[in-house]
Nanobody
Framework: QVQLVESGGGLVQTGGSLRLSCAAY????????MGWFRQASGQDLELVAA????????TYADSVKGGFTISRDNAKNTVYLECNNLRPEDTAVYYC?????????????????WGQGTQVTVSS
């Protein structure tokens, strides 16, 4: 059983930055893909970015390319999401998720474990 603990959310003004962290505990050797999803009020869950723990290959949603960066520290079993130039439309609950499968995936139902979520609010 893998437990994920997220941190780093908060309130920031337009153009500001936040760094989200997600630490994984227990059974992490089997987890390959690590991703960040977000869900804005009244909207569907969407992939923000994902990274493959073994080789660092990444994928991003078009809406965050150039502004957000996903990275991982395997020694700490932690994945990060650096969010720069934040805009009000980035306001959402951000969830960390991990999956056992090798291929990167943008589909939330292919992820096996989820964190509790952290709120990111961008004021205009």
């Amino acid at each position: 059983q893998v437990q994920l603990v997220e941190s780093g959310g908060g309130l920031v003004q337009t153009g500001g930055s936040l760094r989200l962290s997600c630490a994984a505990y227990g059974g992490t050797a089997s987890t390959i893909g690590m991703g960040w999803f977000r869900q804005a009020s009244g909207q569907d869950l969407e992939l923000v970015a994902a990274i493959r723990r073994t080789d660092g290959i990444t994928t991003y949603a078009d809406s965050v390319k150039g502004g957000f960066t996903i990275s991982r520290d395997n020694a700490k079993n932690t994945v990060y999401l650096e969010c720069n130039n934040l805009r009000p439309e980035d306001t959402a609950v951000y969830y960390c998720a991990v999956r056992v499968g090798f291929l990167l995936s943008s589909k939330s139902d292919t992820y096996d474990y989820w964190g509790q979520g952290t709120q990111v609010t961008v004021s205009s």
